[in-house]
């Protein structure tokens, strides 16, 4: 296994399950010091089980992405153990419910929108500094294609990811200056539980699997990407014009 993130700090959100789980196992076992964030403990605990195994060191952080205080003060404690970091990965989504816009529930639409976005904003806002403070600070935020189709019943999905790559790009411009790249990544459709509940119906064997798609997303990640306020394309594999 090649140490191509040998010494870098990298967080990963949603890392307990599919396409999450996989990027954190990657990155831990190809060097980097992986900071593993889900709400998930016991999956968190077998995923350092398999970092460990492969010589590699991760920190679980077991979290309910609404606990914003918490996020905050992840920043802080990443601060004073490391003062930087080198990799953030905004992997963690809801789908939330397939359904007419005007027959979302208040409740739901909530949820869906504080996981999704303002879980996401207080991220950025915790980790900024951080990120400034790496030789070539990398973050990552996973979308989906209906920000761009806005299928009918997808509402939810749609508007939610709307808004994410919204602050991405924006927090990219606002990053000119420094030597952060921050990018978008649309995996596509992909063997997990998220993909399943959506698509039902769907023949789970014709997708890839999620650790296929994880090791094509930390192409995305490392020093030598110059790119920056983009979205990749995982199925096309290329850049998309915004």
Same mark, same amino acid.
């Given at each position: ?25 990657? %990155? ?6 992986? !900071?593993?964030?889900? @709400? ?7 995923? *350092?089980?398999? !970092?460990?195994? +492969? ?20 920043? +802080? ?11 953030? !990965? ?25 996981? /999704?976005?303002?879980? /996401?904003?207080?991220? !950025? ?41 919204? $602050? ?22 992909? @063997? ?6 959506? $698509? ?15 090791? *094509?997303? %930390? +192409? %995305? ?12 394309? @995982? ?8």
């Amino acid at each position: 296994m090649k140490k191509d993130f040998e010494g870098r700090i990298a967080l990963v959100t949603g890392a307990s399950r599919g396409i999450g789980y996989q990027l954190a196992r990657q %990155l831990g076992e190809r060097g980097a010091h992986v !900071i593993a964030l889900a @709400r998930t403990v016991g999956a968190l605990e077998e995923l *350092d089980d398999e !970092i460990k195994a +492969a010589g590699g060191e991760a920190t679980l952080v077991p979290l309910d992405l609404t606990d914003f205080d918490a996020l905050d003060r992840l920043g +802080a404690a990443i601060h004073e153990r490391w003062k930087k970091l080198d990799i953030f !990965i905004g992997n963690a989504g809801m789908l939330g419910v397939l359904s007419p816009l005007g027959h979302i529930s208040p409740k739901d639409f909530d949820k869906v929108m504080a996981v /999704n976005v303002t879980a /996401n904003w207080r991220l !950025i806002r915790s980790l900024d500094p951080l990120l400034r403070q790496s030789d070539a600070g990398r973050a990552l935020f996973l979308t989906a294609v209906q920000a761009h189709t806005c299928a009918a019943f997808w509402g939810l999905q749609a508007t939610s990811k709307a808004a994410v790559e919204a $602050m991405a790009r924006t927090w990219a411009h606002e990053s000119l200056k420094t030597a952060m790249k921050i990018n978008l990544a649309d995996p596509g459709p992909t @063997r997990t539980g998220l993909r399943a509940k959506a $698509m039902p119906g769907e023949i789970a064997a014709n997708l890839p699997q999620p650790a296929q798609v994880a090791d *094509d997303l %930390l +192409a %995305l990640v490392g020093p030598e990407v110059l790119e920056s306020g983009r979205l990749y394309d @995982r199925v096309s594999r290329d850049w998309v014009t915004l």
